[in-house]
């Protein structure tokens, strides 16, 4: 589960980012010298500050996407609020296993690796909200985007930043095809469909692997990939998989990452 943190002071600079960032990408596959944000602790506890830097997105010309895992949060510990951690941990196996950052562990079992990958972005997630996943009974989003960018910072020897973007459905195709290039990733925000036909009450996280222009959408969740479409019912966002037994899904918002290396002014 992943709850909603609202942003402090800055959130007007973090919307005017989002409009510009969303002009900037269309049509670019890198972007350059552009001012990113990223989010910094707030003195405001539960609550996050945008900092706003300039930069060039890391390219990465490979197409690799089909290549992020996807983890089941059930193999994990207190695996009903785990989705949040468990979708940084299939992006930073995706960011190690390409070179945009050194591995945080050395290890030569790749189960017991990921053991200690999500153990530690959990430690991580912890020490930024000050309140333990079971009490919060998720992840908030804030945190998720300052732990995910203190490691790609620390693993990347101070190179690299981690730029966070927020929109809330509904979802046009563009935004997600401008997720796809270099190593931009994203986390779908919504509620799953129980077997009842009701929308369970927890926010879930599903790692965003590749979107298609015929408008496909494959994700990662509960460690299988779902391909999809996105679709309109009753004035709400749906992911509807193609396999029928498979678990739709009503969307709330897209959380976006781009690394980039900071340049001085």
Known sequence: ????????????????????????????????????????PSAEAGKADIETLLGTERRNNSQNRLSIISESQYDYPESESGCGPTALLNTLVWYEKYGLIEPLFHEADPEIYKQRLFAEIDRRILSKSGISRRELKGSRNTDIAMVLDDIVQQQS??????????????????DLLHTMPNFRTGYLLGYPKAASGETMPVLHAVTLIRADRAGYVTLGTWGEKYRGLLRMRGGEQWFIPQAPHKTEIKIVALMRFIPFEPIER
């Not at 930043?161 to 927020?166: L, P, W």
């Open 1 to 40: 589960m992943v709850t909603l943190q609202k942003f402090t002071r800055p959130t007007l600079l973090g919307f005017c980012a989002l409009y510009s960032l969303a002009s900037a990408l269309c049509g670019q596959s890198q972007l350059r010298n552009f001012d990113f944000q990223v989010l910094t």
């Open 157 to 174: 020897g101070g190179k690299l930043r981690v730029h966070f973007d927020y929109l809330p459905a509904p979802l046009r195709l563009k």
